[in-house]
């Protein structure tokens, strides 16, 4: 057991004494580890840059409308005299484990002095779920509220989104407070956002003198569990609804399907870049361990006439190379996470994200390939009768 | 007991037209206490008996008693074990680790054997001091002269108390001045005791020894008292 031991201090001094060697074969296993964790780390950047983007448009999205089947899209034309969903149906929705929110939609026309605006009773979630841009002001929140079209501002209040904001219109003899104005409505990756203006649902249903909401918008979790949650508010609203099924739950399916074809690509380019950097850190890492091993067969030789066993030379090179992989790995681990957090600073464009799973990859690798070539080729050397390792140069 | 008995030992290397015999059954005793040099022209086989005797390399056939131990059939952890215990060697080239002091080039054998550290310094500084070197014992190889990394080695080989000390061709590259004073270290050790075989192409080196084994082609063909001494 001493023995061992001292044949562990032998590695270490030999790491000591010859730096040279050991800084160059360290550094083939601090690029490697470096390598694949910035590079596996700007993949997963770029992934959820993108999957945030995307999610952004609207690919969660769910619509719940009377009726069944044929009712499609959003916004006044949608609208059904006969609704049948409730209040009560959108907090059941809401509720549910796969939606993240969801809130009523109800459309309608307002007469605001001589002309009629589009105006869409919904809930403060609502410029959650549709990613609603303002150009002024905020979101709807309270009763007597709205928020105006720019178009819609300009024409009743004759003013831009900013001064627009804090005036108030009348709509049939009450006041409402515009608290803000809507960002222009761009073309744009999605199903379109309405054109009109907000309010609060029940000021737009005491309006109207409805008592139900025209429909629902959800958004689920993630896309991933969009069909999982449109399963979910059939069931809920069916049972709701005393087994009738006199609603329609429509998902943004082919906006999913380009979604899920992109995050799919992106993995695969990921997996892509993740082997490719293994593969060249792998190689370093051999390579250099190759010639360092190789260099020193006459090395193993004399300890080998000296009395050395072959299990002794090996239990040396082992001891090396698991220091070498280990310091050189902990130092790649570190590069890697310090230039990953860097480089967003340095340019926010660049997004970065390091993953447990690329850490463990690339240390797994680098160690068992640093193992292997340390120790494989030290095995073969001590094979080798004495005479013949000492014959090498 | 004789230090070694060798019977019959041949060495072939390669097979079919590439088949050479190195050596062609070698026969001979060694007592304790004799200073030994085997000569020969290059191609003679006497570094392949030297490597036979420091087994370093198994023979191809016949029987090798080392101190008493029947040592030509033992597997590679016997033979590691038996080189620490019974064999201090001594190469031309030195053989040292370059980037390790003389110390603890002389411990390395010791470490090997398992021996303490305290044990291990203490033996080191001593077997430096008996080849004349213990002021340089912190001095790496290359900061020392020939004379001075051969005397290293000595100390090296001597450091586990080997039944031989073994050396081959130890003044080959050494200036005529330095080489006598490594001869006068055997001479010394011999003296008190130590069993030295000396593998040597060279005349003068020979004639230093008590008895000069001369091979030819793979064969002893002369062994006698050398002329000197």
Not at chain 1, 143 to 160: I, M, N, P, R, Y
Not at chain 1, 183 to 197: D, N, Q, R, Y
Not at chain 2, 47 to 70: A, E, F, K, W
Request: zero cysteines; a neutral charge; glycine letters at 12%.
């Amino acid at each position: 057991m001493g023995k061992i031991f001292r044949i562990a201090g032998m590695g270490l001094s030999g790491l000591m004494v010859n730096r040279g060697r050991s800084a160059l074969s360290m550094l083939g296993i601090v690029i490697g580890v470096f390598a694949v964790i910035l590079l596996t780390a700007l993949g997963n950047g770029v992934q959820e840059a993108i999957t945030g983007k995307l999610t952004g448009v609207g690919s969660n999205l769910l619509l719940i409308s009377p009726g069944n089947a044929e009712a499609q899209g959003e916004g006044p034309l949608a609208a059904r005299s006969a609704s049948t969903l409730t209040r009560k149906d959108v907090k059941k929705v809401e509720s549910l484990p796969t939606v993240a929110a969801a809130s009523a939609s109800v459309p309608s026309a307002v007469l605001v002095g001589t002309k009629t605006i589009p105006m869409t009773g919904v809930d403060p979630s609502y410029a959650g779920i549709r990613s609603v841009d303002l150009a002024a002001g905020r979101f709807v929140e309270h009763f007597g509220e709205v928020v105006l079209e720019t178009a819609v501002a300009k024409d009743l209040l004759k003013s831009g989104p900013k001064d627009a904001v804090g005036k108030t219109i009348k709509i049939k003899g009450d006041s409402y407070k515009v608290v803000g104005v809507l960002e222009v409505v761009k073309p744009a990756f999605g199903p379109p956002v309405p054109e009109t203006s907000y309010m609060i649902t029940d000021d737009a249903l005491a309006l109207s003198g409805a008592k139900n909401v025209g429909q629902i918008v959800a958004e689920a979790r993630s896309a991933g569990s969009v069909d999982q949650a449109a399963k979910e508010i059939g069931a809920a609203l069916k049972s709701a609804h005393g087994g009738a099924e006199d609603f329609n739950v429509e998902t943004q399916k082919d906006l999913l399907s380009v979604f899920t074809l992109v995050t799919d690509l992106l993995t695969i380019l990921l997996g892509g870049i993740a082997s490719i950097s293994l593969l060249v850190g792998g190689i370093g890492i051999m390579n250099i361990m190759l010639v360092s091993v190789a260099e020193r067969t006459r090395e193993i030789g004399v300890r080998k006439a000296i009395g050395a066993t072959d299990t002794d030379v090996l239990l040396q090179f082992l001891f090396e190379a698991l220091l070498l992989t280990l310091i050189g790995g902990l130092a790649g681990i570190g590069l890697g996470i310090g230039v990953s957090a860097l480089l967003p600073e340095i340019n926010p464009i660049i997004p970065t994200s390091v993953t447990g799973t690329s850490i463990v990859l690339a240390f797994g690798v680098s160690a068992v390939v640093g193992l292997v070539f340390g120790v494989l080729p030290a095995y073969r050397s001590a094979r080798l009768q004495p005479v013949e390792a000492l014959r090498r140069e | 007991m004789l230090v070694i008995e060798a019977r019959e030992l041949t060495k072939v290397y390669g097979r079919g037209e590439n088949r050479v015999e190195a050596l062609a059954g070698v026969s001979m005793n060694v007592e304790p206490g004799e200073w030994i040099a085997i000569m020969g022209p290059s191609g003679s086989g006497k570094s392949t008996l030297m490597n036979l005797i420091g087994l370093l390399d198994r023979p191809t056939s016949g029987s090798y008693t080392l101190d008493g131990r029947d040592v030509s059939r033992l597997r590679d952890a016997e033979l590691a074990r038996a080189r620490s215990d019974l064999i201090g060697f001594v190469f031309q080239s030195y053989n040292l680790l370059p980037r390790e002091s003389a110390l603890k080039n002389v411990e390395l054998p010791m470490v090997y054997a398992g021996v303490g550290r305290k044990e291990r310094r203490k033996r080191a500084l001593g077997v430096l001091e008996r080849v004349g070197l213990a002021e340089r014992a912190h001095h790496r190889p290359p900061e020392l002269s020939g004379g001075q990394n051969q005397r290293v080695a000595i100390a090296r080989a001597l450091v586990n108390n080997p039944a031989l000390l073994l050396a081959d061709e130890p003044t080959g590259n050494l200036d005529t001045a330095s080489g006598a004073e490594i001869l006068d270290q055997f001479e010394e050790l011999n003296a008190s005791g130590v069993t030295v075989v000396v593998v040597t192409h060279e005349a003068e080196v020979a004639a230093r020894a008590e008895r000069v084994v001369e091979l030819r082609d793979g064969q002893i063909v002369a062994d006698e008292p050398s002329e000197v001494a």
